[in-house]
């Protein structure tokens, strides 16, 4: 592997800009940018930084700064990580959203959902709570992410076995089947119950509904404490009293959120009473 280095001032330009936009915290992770997109910017046929800096700042379509962005903040992700939030989901939330959400429409975002395992997880919990009832409900979840190629792949739905390894050997025979190159594809009635979108955490949220939970894990991680503490303040307003935000067990929101914890990573929106 030929190891880049990249200008200070590029640096220092590229992390002002990571942060103006997107909220990303790149501070101190020089060797983080050069080890992880030294090859990429190869591959695209430069043999600098600067060069390759200059596409990014100049795509008005966004697409190369979210491909650049998703090299910088991927991680290892796979089904069923965080179990304690899907225990959660379908031992205290989804009774919750059954006896109080009048209208069947279960308003569930993935916030940040990379390869599409987690909210496929979400949709598999859904199946197996709600069972024939679940004709019922709309039950579609919203998945977003900044990366096109993350969003791409995970409307596949197609994973490894290394992915789906803390999957349950029922779960894994009743919503996967193998394809010829020995990976699993999820099964189209789970895949049809996920919409993936294209969302920037750092625009306003605008979306139709309110949500009753949103999972939002493993991504605040990157964020400086300003721009966590709007984006909370974002999902607080996005979230319908008594729904639940669920972030990542290395992550924590300012304490002068309005949520009240519940348990580590668990937060609720409760409504004083009058």
Same mark, same amino acid.
């Given at each position: 592997?030929?190891?880049?280095?990249?200008?200070?001032?590029?640096?220092?330009?590229?992390?002002?800009?990571?942060?103006?936009?997107?909220?990303?915290?790149?501070?101190?992770?020089?060797?983080?940018?050069?080890?992880?997109?030294?090859?990429?910017?190869?591959?695209?046929?430069?043999?600098?930084?600067?060069?390759?800096?200059?596409? $990014?700042?100049?795509? +008005?379509?966004?697409?190369? &700064?979210?491909?650049?962005?998703?090299?910088?903040?991927?991680? %290892? *992700?796979? /089904?069923?990580?965080?179990?304690?939030?899907?225990?959660?989901?379908?031992?205290?939330?989804?009774?919750?959203?059954?006896?109080?959400?009048?209208?069947?429409?279960?308003?569930?975002?993935?916030?940040?959902?990379?390869?599409?395992?987690?909210?496929?997880?979400?949709?598999?919990?859904?199946?197996?709570?709600?069972?024939?009832?679940?004709?019922?409900?709309?039950?579609?979840?919203?998945?977003?992410?900044?990366?096109?190629?993350?969003?791409?792949?995970?409307?596949?739905? $197609?994973?490894?076995? +290394?992915?789906?390894?803390? &999957?349950?050997?029922?779960?894994?025979?009743?919503?996967?089947? %193998? *394809?010829? /190159?020995?990976?699993?594809?999820?099964?189209?009635?789970?895949?049809?119950?996920?919409?993936?979108?294209?969302?920037?955490?750092?625009?306003?949220?605008?979306?139709?509904?309110?949500?009753?939970?949103?999972?939002?894990?493993?991504?605040?991680?990157?964020?400086?404490?300003?721009?966590?503490?709007?984006?909370?303040?974002?999902?607080?307003?996005?979230?319908?009293?008594?729904?639940?935000?669920?972030?990542?067990?290395?992550?924590?929101?300012?304490?002068?959120?309005?949520?009240?914890?519940?348990?580590?990573?668990?937060?609720?929106?409760?409504?004083?009473?009058?």
């Amino acid at each position: 592997m030929r190891l880049l280095e990249i200008a200070n001032e590029d640096f220092v330009k590229l992390v002002k800009f990571i942060k103006d936009r997107y909220g990303l915290n790149l501070e101190d992770r020089k060797i983080l940018v050069e080890s992880r997109l030294s090859n990429y910017v190869l591959d695209c046929g430069f043999d600098n930084f600067s060069d390759y800096l200059r596409l $990014v700042y100049n795509d +008005s379509t966004q697409r190369e &700064v979210a491909n650049m962005i998703n090299r910088l903040t991927t991680n %290892h *992700t796979y /089904f069923m990580r965080e179990t304690a939030h899907f225990q959660h989901m379908m031992g205290i939330f989804l009774p919750y959203a059954e006896k109080n959400v009048k209208d069947k429409t279960l308003s569930i975002w993935s916030a940040g959902c990379s390869y599409g395992n987690e909210p496929y997880n979400i949709a598999m919990c859904l199946d197996e709570y709600f069972g024939e009832q679940r004709k019922q409900w709309d039950l579609k979840i919203l998945a977003t992410d900044i990366s096109y190629n993350a969003l791409k792949s995970a409307s596949n739905g $197609v994973f490894s076995p +290394s992915a789906i390894k803390n &999957v349950p050997d029922r779960w894994r025979e009743k919503y996967f089947t %193998h *394809t010829q /190159f020995g990976d699993y594809k999820v099964i189209d009635e789970i895949r049809n119950n996920v919409v993936f979108r294209y969302h920037n955490l750092m625009e306003d949220i605008a979306f139709k509904r309110k949500f009753h939970l949103i999972f939002c894990r493993n991504v605040m991680i990157y964020f400086n404490d300003e721009a966590r503490a709007k984006l909370c303040k974002k999902f607080y307003d996005a979230t319908e009293p008594g729904g639940y935000l669920y972030t990542g067990h290395a992550e924590s929101i300012p304490d002068d959120m309005p949520y009240k914890r519940i348990s580590t990573a668990i937060y609720r929106k409760v409504v004083e009473s009058r």
